[in-house]
């Protein structure tokens, strides 16, 4: 049973949408940014284990990137910080993210600079480990 990314990805950012300071959560990349603070979510990779229906697995990453418009570096960086407990919680809270995967295995987060296009932002790049099946 593989993943359906694209209800997983949705789900995701609907939960985004609902953490305190968020202004908008993408379920596709973007051409542009305009509304900050905001998630992007994309799928990564996988793996799928056979064997019969009833136990067939999907080991999945999903990547959530916050970004905060950089502006004054310092309000940027204080505005950025307080993100990685808030979407831990969130996901704390709905680990199936509404019934779309078995469960959440492990999620890492790094405090990053991120790039769309020539757009260059502060914030978070997470990676959400799912499993579905099984």
Request: charged content about 20%.
């Amino acid at each position: 049973m593989a993943t359906d990314f694209e209800n997983v990805l949705t789900a995701l950012a609907a939960l985004e949408a609902s953490i305190t300071g968020v202004s908008v959560a993408h379920d596709k990349m973007p051409e542009s940014l305009n509304d900050f603070p905001c998630f992007i979510n994309l799928p990564s990779r996988g793996e799928t284990i056979f064997g019969p229906a009833d136990q067939m697995e999907s080991h999945d990453t999903i990547i959530a990137e916050l970004h905060v418009a950089r502006g004054i570096l310092p309000e940027a960086e204080t505005m950025a910080r307080p993100f990685k407990n808030r979407f831990e919680d969130m996901l704390c809270n709905n680990i199936t993210l509404s019934g779309t995967v078995s469960t959440i295995n492990a999620v890492r987060g790094s405090y990053v600079v991120l790039q769309l296009g020539v757009e260059i932002h502060l914030g978070w790049r997470f990676e959400i480990d799912i499993k579905f099946g099984g």
